[in-house]
């Protein structure tokens, strides 16, 4: 009998630069260390943290400018383009597309077509017949998608994001494993120690660790 895979739930938004380059390190967590993933969105809701844009202070648009210059080193370091956002996104479309994708068994040249293309000022993930143009560019029925944007999308994808916030996620790449949250591309190791060694997390978490 064969033992179940340990798994790893991972939050994602397509539009976040950090996700991106975290993205192919995630992926190898399968090959290295035998995880099954679970991807799901996590659709950053820009204004509500950021403020809009006429709020934002000179302090703001440094950590911001270091923000984008800091991924772009990660993303040159494994030869991914990165060019930064033309504006503000709501990115619902593509984690709706996400959703989609997994259903018909789409999700990898999915989801690496959509990072890919937005990175690359190729794809408007905040317009839905670009997003449809993606399901069919890799193999998936644009007229199915869009019935499910219209349908159940928005209802699915609403309780996903509350799901992850009773776990304590608030940005991405989040990573949760046995209960355990992990933000950013940064704490892969750390994930990867816990993996390892599940043990660790009582005395990481010391008197914080909830059996």
Same mark, same amino acid.
């Given at each position: 009998?064969?033992? &179940?895979?340990? =798994?790893?739930? #991972? ?24 995880? /099954?993933? %679970? ?25 911001? =400018? !270091?923000? !984008?210059?800091?991924? =772009? ?11 930064? +956002?033309?504006?503000? !996104?709501?990115? @619902? !479309? ?30 408007? #993930?905040? &317009? ?16 199915? @998608?869009?019935?499910?944007? $219209?349908?159940?999308? $928005?209802? %699915? ?7 992850? /916030? ?6 991405? +790449? ?5 209960? %355990? ?11 990867? /120690? =816990? ?17």
């Amino acid at each position: 009998m064969m033992m &179940e895979k340990p =798994r790893v739930r #991972i939050y994602t938004d397509y539009k976040s630069p950090y996700a991106y380059v975290a993205n192919k390190r995630l992926f190898e967590l399968e090959e290295t260390h035998g995880v /099954e993933l %679970e991807w799901l969105p996590y659709t950053l809701r820009i204004p509500e943290f950021m403020g809009t844009v006429e709020e934002r202070t000179p302090h703001f648009w440094r950590k911001v =400018r !270091y923000a !984008y210059m800091d991924a =772009r080193r990660f993303a040159n370091a494994q030869g991914l383009t990165m060019k930064g +956002p033309r504006r503000i !996104y709501d990115a @619902f !479309y593509a984690s709706a597309g996400m959703l989609f994708a997994q259903r018909h068994g789409l999700f990898r040249p999915y989801h690496d077509t959509v990072f890919r293309k937005f990175w690359n000022h190729e794809l408007e #993930i905040d &317009e839905l017949p670009a997003i449809a143009g993606v399901i069919t560019a890799v193999g998936g029925s644009a007229d199915a @998608f869009e019935a499910y944007v $219209r349908g159940p999308a $928005r209802a %699915e994808h609403d309780r996903i994001i509350d799901e992850a /916030e009773a776990l304590g996620v608030f940005g991405v +790449p989040s990573m949760v494993f046995n209960g %355990e949250l992990f933000w950013g591309g940064d704490r892969i190791d750390m994930l990867i /120690e =816990r993996i390892k060694q599940p043990e660790t997390i009582a005395i990481a978490l010391g008197s914080r660790h909830r059996t």
